[in-house]
């Protein structure tokens, strides 16, 4: 069998062909029908078989992460109403990631506790009732190995299973479905040493075979026909033993060229050149915001608001830990001292990178932009300008 073939109704995807050292084999993908909704405490299994009696040895059985987390209990009760909702969401949000690894608006892309690196810790409101959310399995490998084994020992079924959840890919867009869980078949097919066509010896080619048994999988299930689970026929499964799951293809960290967004990645930058010095902290005093030009306060009224909300939101700090908004500190110098002056200015941009990987925005005046009058220099020094927290420009995250 070459290339692919759907059937007129969209049962049946067929697929096969191929050429290279290591050769393809065809396979088959068919929908399970008519297994309806499910709720907790539902035994899957007896599901499954029940509207797939023709389920075999050797099949691959790929079914939704949705209806597993449903038939486990993996739900949450969260208000209709608004912004009580949200407020529930985002708590969820929080108890399911292990850290954020970049944030856009009201889209984070989040690491769960399993490893998973995906967008709100896959926290799905879809296919479920309206006063509900859905949260992955707790173990989605440890799922598959339940099914498996209860298909074995209750129904005599040799089959494989895959549970699967859909994810955006980074660079590319559009989403499909990938393994999260698995058991009965290896998570991946290593090529390296083999030779291709032109004798030239595979490298790096390790192909996640779970992730494109998931994808083609899914075409026949869909995602509005209410079709949770598919089967695939002719491909290899292990003939013992459950493997080592979906578990095997998380990137661990040692690996991850990417573990960051581009905001993240600069904010991370910004603190530990923060964190550089040679010498102890230097304390600037904090002055009135009287010293400040009159028009200039009036005009950027509205920009210290916003980068106080802005702090506010990102849970940063203006500078000696106080709460973010507009401040004024009083950069100063021993007179003549060159070597505490550069000190100064070092402190200043360590204040800064610091307050910019927070959110919070800052500016430099110069001593004849402010009003000095009054002020006592601390040791008697020199000014040599101000810092004002809460104005000013960030640097592009």
């Known amino acids: 069998m070459s290339g692919s073939e759907v059937g007129v109704d969209g049962s049946v995807v067929r697929a096969g062909g191929g050429s290279g050292a290591v050769p393809t084999v065809g396979f088959e993908v068919r929908p399970v029908l008519g297994i309806g909704e499910v709720r907790p405490g539902d035994d899957l299994a007896a599901l499954i078989t029940a509207a797939a009696p023709w389920l075999a040895d050797g099949d691959i059985l790929v079914i939704t992460s949705k209806v597993v ?31 954020v690894v970049a944030r856009r608006g009201a889209t984070q892309i989040v690491q769960t506790h399993h490893g998973f690196v995906l967008a709100s810790a896959g926290i799905d409101a879809s296919n479920v009732e309206p006063t509900r959310l859905v949260l992955l399995p707790k173990d989605p490998d440890a799922s598959a190995r339940w099914l498996r084994d209860e298909l074995r020992e209750r129904f005599g079924l040799r089959v494989a299973v895959v549970v699967t959840d859909t994810m955006g890919r980074p660079w590319r867009m559009g989403l499909t479905d990938v393994a ?119 005009a950027d009224a509205a920009a210290a608001d916003a980068a106080a909300a802005d702090a506010a939101a990102a849970g940063g700090a203006a500078a000696g830990g106080g709460a973010a908004g507009e401040r004024v500190l009083l950069v100063w110098a021993p007179a003549g001292d060159l070597r505490r002056a550069a000190e100064a200015g070092m402190e200043v941009q360590r204040i800064r990178a610091g307050l910019a990987a927070d959110g919070v925005a800052s500016g430099w005046l ?32």
């Open 366 to 397: 110069e001593v004849d932009q402010v009003d000095l009058s009054g002020v006592v220099v601390p040791e008697g020094g020199v000014p040599l300008g101000v810092l004002v927290v809460g104005r000013g420009s960030l640097p592009s995250l």
């Open 69 to 99: 987390s449903k038939a486990e209990g993996r739900l949450v009760d969260v208000p209709l109403d608004e912004p009580a909702r949200e407020a529930a969401r985002e708590a969820v949000l929080r108890a399911e990631t292990a850290r």
């Open 180 to 298: 999260i869980g698995a058991a009965g078949i290896d998570a991946v097919t290593d090529y390296r040493g083999v030779l291709d066509v032109h004798g030239n010896e595979l490298q790096l080619t390790q192909m996640a075979v779970i992730d494109e048994i998931a994808a083609a999988a899914d075409l026949a299930k869909g995602k509005t026909g209410q079709v949770p689970v598919a089967v695939v026929r002719g491909l290899p499964v292990r003939p013992d033993g459950h493997g080592a799951g979906a578990a095997a293809l998380i990137r661990g960290a040692d690996a991850d060229l990417f573990s960051l967004g581009t905001a993240e990645a600069v904010a991370k930058g910004l603190r530990a050149a923060a964190a550089i010095r040679d010498s102890p902290p230097v304390e600037f005093p904090e002055l009135p915001l009287g010293v400040l030009p009159a028009d200039a306060a009036a």
